[in-house]
Structures are given as C-alpha cells and as structure tokens.
C-alpha cells in the first residue's frame, strides 16, 4: 500500500511555509487600487451619519476638505463624488447637477482640487439623484426611459464636472449608449485627452444597493429600474454591456455589485482590454460590517479576504467603503 502511494497529490508541502503561501497567488492590495465613495449634499456645515451605512457620512460640500485631510494623510489616493440634494430643487431636467451654485459635486470637485491637487477626482454620473421622480433617465409622457435625451443631458452634466476639475467620469446609469455620447463631448470640447471614463458598464438590479438609496436619496418614485438594469440571472447581458462599453471608448469597466458577481468580473476580465473595477456595494458593506459587530467574523480578515477573492477574480479596482480602514491596514 504504502509504495502505491501518488506523492503528486500531497499539496500542503506547496504552503506549509508564508513565503511559499504568498507564492501561491497576488494577496497585495495597494492603496493606489481603492476608490472612497463620498456623499457630498447641499446643505451647509452638516454632516451626518448614514443610519444603514454606519461609519459613513452625507457631507456638506463646504465640509468635505476636512473630512478628506487625515485620510489623504494616511495615504488616500482616489475619491468617487455622489450628489446629494436636500435642500435644492429636484426636477425632470435634473437641473441642479451642473450648476455652480447648486450642484455639491462641482463645488467639492473646486475645493478639493485646490487642497489636494493630487487627488484622482471620480464623479459618478447618474440623473437619479437629481430628478423628481428618482429614475435615471430622462421620462417620456408613458413614463418609460427615453434614452436618447437622457444621454445627451448626460453628456452636459459630465462637460460640468469635467470643466470643474473630474479626472473620471463615471455614469452609473445604464442607459444605452452613454459613454459614446460623453466621450464626443468630452473631444470636442478639448477635454477627451485628459478626461477618462469608468462605465459602470455589467451592473445588475441587485438588492444590495439598498443602504446607497439612503446615502444618496436617490430612490425611484415610483416603478423600478429593473428595465434597464441587468437582470441579475444574466451572464449574457454582462458580458454584453462590457464590450459595448469598450467598443465607445470606455477606459475603465466596472461591474456592480462586487462580491455576488465574481463569475461576471471573471468573464468581463477575460475578454476586455481595459483595466476592470467593481463596486463592493452598500449591501455588502453593510453584511460585513454588522455580522463584525455581531461576532461573527473578524473585521479585518473578512474585509481582506473579500477584496482578495475580488482581485482573484480579475478586479484591478476596488470600489469600497472599508476605505478609511483599509488605509491603516495597508503599507503600500
């Protein structure tokens, strides 16, 4: 028995040592992949913690510098912008997004631009925020999305942003065909050299966004957004949408959410050409965060081992709001 043995099926001697574990796969995460989701509003000297997402903020835009000083200290490299409006006007023409007097995100992009000018600016680009009745497309009288006004007003707003001092523009929205409209905006208004675009491109109608609909006050109405969202079955779609994306110019892909998609990130990776990022959403922010406080797993591991398992998938950047912490745990 004991000379039958097949020695080629003994694994642990590949990993019996630390130095041969980390030779087994990348477990690096550098501070340079992550990405701060910020929820900037329109109120003044406010800021107020999110009762779903706890640790995070709605943060008035005149409050944003400092919120941003210790973490830029600690090694922040990247900043995604959300829009808040609670004080303003939400309309059909989502009119308070590219005004300078009204739009959170313009001003937060201004401030933050001359305190920190080596910050990656992001603003996510979605007219959910800023409408009336909380979809993200501009409406036709039935109520349906009509999508070619929706990306032409996209296309203005992201000129804003881009204009104010956005690095990347990133629309959220899934309407059909958007990152071709921003990029022949961007070009032809001599910003499409500089200015790239992350499309959040395989993003699914997933339950886990709830906590963000909160943040962002951005809750439909009425209906749901499951008509131009992903459905979540859908491996076909995902992979769909990503090349579409490419193929307008996309410089970044994103899949959205995070940890429940893992087979998408694989499939997009494996055919795209562009680095792939995912959004590690509210959802999963908010399992991992409260089943720590409960006990159950240890904070740190558990927020390591999902962004590991992520990379392992083919994420390159990570969206997350472990952010703040991940700057203490990281040394690079």
């Known amino acids: 028995m004991e000379n039958n043995k097949n020695y080629s099926h003994y694994l642990h ?33 406010t800021k107020t913690e999110i009762k779903s997402l706890p640790g995070q903020f709605q943060i008035s835009s005149d409050l944003v510098v400092e919120f941003l000083r210790p973490l830029v200290e600690k090694g922040l490299k990247s900043i995604i912008l959300f829009g808040v409006i609670i004080s303003g006007v939400k309309d059909e023409q989502s009119s308070s997004a590219d005004k300078k007097e009204t739009s959170p995100v313009i001003k937060s992009i201004e401030s933050i631009k001359n305190e920190f000018p080596d910050i990656l600016i992001c603003t996510d680009l979605c007219l959910c925020a800023y409408t009336n009745h909380g979809h993200c ?34 629309p959220s929205d899934m309407m059909d065909c958007r990152v071709g409209q921003i990029k022949k905006v961007l070009f032809e208004n001599g910003l499409g050299g500089h200015v790239a675009v992350m499309a959040y491109s395989s993003k699914f109608a997933s339950s886990f966004y709830g906590p963000f609909r909160d943040a962002a006050g951005s809750g439909a109405k009425h209906g749901d957004r499951q008509a131009y969202q992903l459905p979540v079955a859908s491996r076909g779609l995902g992979l769909r949408a990503a090349l579409r994306d490419e193929a307008e110019g996309a410089d970044f892909i994103m899949v959205k959410p ?27 922010y908010a399992m991992i965060y409260h089943a720590s406080v409960a006990g159950g797993i240890d904070l740190k591991s558990g927020v390591m081992e999902s962004l590991i398992s992520l990379q392992r998938s083919g994420c390159d950047i990570f969206i997350t709001y472990f952010t703040p912490q991940l700057l203490d745990w990281l040394k690079l």
Not at 33 to 45: E, G, K, R
Not at 140 to 164: M, P, Q, V
Not at 261 to 282: A, G, L, N
């Open 258 to 284: 995070a940890g429940p998609y893992m087979d998408i990130i694989r499939e997009v990776k494996d055919h795209v050409k562009v680095p792939v990022c995912c959004y590690q959403v509210s959802g999963e």
């Open 137 to 170: 497309g501009v409406l036709t009288n039935d109520g349906l999305i009509d999508n070619e006004k929706s990306i032409i007003r996209l296309g203005e707003i992201a000129l804003s942003f881009a204009k104010a001092g956005a690095h990347v523009i990133a």
């Open 13 to 45: 001697s590949g990993y019996a040592h630390p130095i041969t574990r980390s030779w087994q796969g990348d477990n690096v995460i550098l501070k340079s992949q992550l990405i701060y989701p910020i929820f900037v509003t329109d109120l003044v000297n």
